[in-house]
């Protein structure tokens, strides 16, 4: 078992900055990726951003990209996402998730996660 946990979300004006947190605990060691995602009232979960940590490299959503970074902090096994010039569009509840080795599937969608955390919101006022 792995278990995720957000921090991080809160209410702020369009422009303004966020970092989300998500630190993870069990099994950390047999994941392979993490990754973040996103779901706003009405609509379907959709992806953010991801590290595999073969590459160590993320990569992000057109939407989010540019603006939005992820990252990684092995030591404390956790994974933050730095989100810059919040727009009203970013309003969502942000989800971390996690894949297990010897799990497939491209991490671009969220059936490939293994584990998910509660989420936390982010409301982005204009």
């Known amino acids: 078992q792995v278990q995720l946990v957000e921090s991080g979300g809160g209410l702020v004006q369009a422009g303004d900055s966020l970092r989300l947190s998500c630190v993870a605990s069990g099994r950390t060691f047999d994941t392979n990726a993490m990754g973040w995602f996103r779901q706003a009232p009405g609509k379907e979960r959709e992806f953010v951003a991801a590290i595999p940590w073969s590459s160590g490299s993320p990569f992000y959503s057109d939407s989010v990209k540019g603006r939005f970074t992820m990252s990684r902090d092995r030591a404390k096994n956790t994974v933050y996402l730095q989100m810059k010039s919040l727009e009203p569009e970013d309003t969502a509840a942000y989800y971390c998730?996690?894949?297990?080795?010897?799990?497939?599937?491209?991490?671009?969608?969220?059936?490939?996660?293994?584990?998910w955390g509660r989420g936390t919101q982010v409301t982005v006022s204009s």
């Open positions: 998730a996690a894949r297990l080795t010897r799990t497939y599937g491209s991490l671009w969608y969220d059936s490939s996660y293994n584990y």
